[in-house]
């Protein structure tokens, strides 16, 4: 059976996330503060963890430093699940001290994330420490997403990575951007206001600058149609959220000729 450690000071999120993990075939142990998480790993080492960030006695970021100076426990899939109100640097430092994972609390699905831990259990990634090797700053992303906790964390982890990131918060900001600053490939969010990635992708495709862009289009939802429509207009890749962002660094490193 696996075994999954729950550290939140939440109480009330804490149940609903066990009662879910135990309905899906868990063993699962909770903790409400950072000491008490460390305690519990010292105990007994779990088979991931879900991490907040904001705990009490010691934060979820002293905690995964905890975890990975610890060689039994450095390779432990560590699932962060924290509100957007609190990204201001925290998630930044959830990535570098080697996250596995990043999961907005506020728009947490109970189905998805099981589904999530089962997929870092079947096939464990490395903590984020390990980069893909980029030439700093040589090639510029366009990110272009309204959600500023993913936005946030792409940009971070596109950084990290050695790419130069311009920012978009809206379909005619990311056009705006792009025409006035063509980028080396852009990350395009499927919905977005003002004018959605599909809207963008009808314009861009009748650019004759933009149009040689590649394009890495995000959805929440997988729809083929679309899927096979948006492919007619020069999306490259089309990723279903959530995704791995190591694997995102690779397909971005891929699109523009770098060595991933």
């Known amino acids: 059976m696996k075994h999954l450690l729950i550290a939140d000071d939440d109480h009330f999120i804490t149940k609903i996330f066990k009662e879910k993990f135990e309905s899906a075939g ?3 142990s909770s903790a409400n503060d950072g000491k008490a998480a460390i305690e519990s790993l010292q105990a007994a080492r779990p088979d991931a963890i879900l991490l907040d960030l904001i705990l ?9 430093e905890f975890i990975r100076s610890e060689e039994n426990l ?9 509100n957007s109100s609190y990204f201001s640097g925290m998630v930044q430092a959830a990535w570098d001290a080697g996250a596995t994972h990043f999961i907005n609390k506020e728009d947490c699905n109970l189905t998805e994330l099981v589904a999530q831990v089962d997929g870092v259990l079947r096939s464990p990634k490395t903590p984020n420490k390990t980069k893909t090797p980029v030439k700093k700053g040589s090639c510029t992303v366009l990110l272009a997403d309204d959600d500023q906790v993913i936005h946030g964390v792409l940009e971070f982890f596109l950084n990290q990575a050695g790419f130069t990131v311009n920012s978009a918060f809206d379909g005619k900001e990311a056009l705006e951007t792009a025409r006035n600053n063509p980028p080396d490939i852009m990350i395009l969010d499927g919905l977005m206001p003002k004018m959605d990635g599909f809207e963008v992708m009808d314009e861009w495709s009748k650019d004759e600058t933009l149009s040689k862009i590649p394009v890495i289009m995000m959805t929440a939802v997988e729809d083929v149609d679309k899927k096979d429509s948006m492919t007619g207009k020069g999306v490259v890749e089309y990723l279903v959220k959530p995704f ?6 690779k397909i971005v490193s891929k699109h523009v000729g770098l060595e991933a």
Do not use: C, K, R
């Open 74 to 82: 450095a390779d432990l899939p560590v699932i962060v699940v924290s």
């Open 56 to 64: 009490p006695d010691m934060n979820g970021v002293g905690v995964l």
């Open 244 to 249: 791995n962002l190591n694997d995102l660094v």
């Open 26 to 28: 868990y063993q699962v």
